[in-house]
């Protein structure tokens, strides 16, 4: 098993875990970017052993000099922060996508959830989607029971197998140990390459209304904005990334109009290696 050092947090108020990764399903950096957004100005009471995580050679500690001479090893490392607000306590679970050893660090996320008492998990990320970022972010959701999902939430349809990620892995034992739990999904247009604000403030407000406790927004509307503004400014300037976009939004437009998630997968998928040939779209202006 995974092993943890937790510092006792003290007494919790019906204590939620939420969880991030930076790897598989984090589109956008939308979970990491929310994880940190929710945990500011928290402290961190449990960090999971790293050893038994991480291949580093695929997540490689960061290395500072300073006038060539070595001050600083940053190591990746996973780790709980705890933020009070409201009348609850929230748990932030995040870090980069553990390497191996899932079945050993989701039975030690169980053992650390069943020590703090937790009543709920949540998981966030973002999932690319062949969506434009003129259109208004969507929210997937899931849940380990149907009553958790809600009557007006977006989920997937019928049966779908994807690769999992460890979201996905820490979820299912949360649930079969009897912790309920829920995700959420913000789809994040294909060409977006950095951290894109409106599917964080998509999932925040998602995050709100499910955790009845109010997390404000901060700078994030702000920056929805600005970035908004830039990508018009970029799409503008370039043919190319105007036709992709363009593209994007006949397809959101299609699937409104209900088209098969098997039919939008072939199109997608026709559609980006189509793309692929001609060059890609620089969100960044390049």
């Known amino acids: 098993m995974t092993h943890f050092e937790l510092t006792d947090p003290g007494p919790l108020r019906a204590p939620a875990l939420v969880a991030a990764f930076d790897g598989w399903v984090s589109a956008g950096s939308a979970g990491m970017a929310t994880a940190d957004h929710l945990a500011q100005g928290s402290e961190v009471i449990a960090t999971f052993d790293a050893e038994a995580l991480f291949d580093y050679r695929v997540n490689r500690p960061v290395v500072e000099f300073d006038e060539g001479i070595i001050t600083e090893i940053d190591w990746p490392a996973v780790t709980v922060r705890h933020k009070s607000l409201d009348d609850r306590d929230i748990l932030v679970l995040s870090g980069p996508e553990p390497n191996w050893g899932w079945r050993a660090f989701s039975e030690s996320v169980i053992d650390l959830a069943k020590r703090l008492g937790v009543v709920e998990h949540v998981a966030i990320g973002g999932i690319p989607w062949a969506t434009a970022h003129t259109r208004p972010t969507s929210v997937v959701t899931t849940a380990s029971r149907p009553d958790l999902i809600g009557v007006d939430a977006n989920f997937p349809d019928g049966t779908l197998r994807v690769p999992a990620s460890v979201s996905n892995v820490v979820s299912k034992a949360l649930s079969d140990a009897g912790i309920p739990t829920a995700g959420?999904?913000?789809?994040?247009?294909?060409?977006?390459?950095?951290?894109?604000?409106?599917?964080?403030?998509?999932?925040?407000?998602?995050?709100?209304?499910?955790?009845?406790?109010?997390?404000?927004?901060?700078?994030?509307?702000?920056?929805?904005?600005?970035?908004?503004?830039?990508?018009?400014?970029?799409?503008?300037?370039?043919?190319?990334?105007?036709?992709?976009?363009?593209?994007?939004?006949?397809?959101?437009?299609?699937e409104d109009e209900v088209i098969s998630g098997e039919d939008l997968a072939v199109e997608i998928e026709r559609f980006l290696r189509d793309e692929s040939s001609g060059g890609a779209f620089d969100p960044d202006g390049g």
């Open 184 to 254: 959420f999904w913000a789809r994040v247009p294909t060409y977006i390459g950095t951290t894109y604000y409106p599917a964080v403030v998509g999932i925040v407000e998602r995050l709100s209304r499910h955790l009845g406790v109010d997390i404000p927004l901060g700078s994030l509307v702000g920056e929805a904005r600005d970035q908004r503004r830039q990508l018009d400014t970029i799409v503008d300037a370039q043919p190319q990334a105007k036709a992709i976009v363009e593209r994007m939004e006949s397809l959101a437009d299609a």
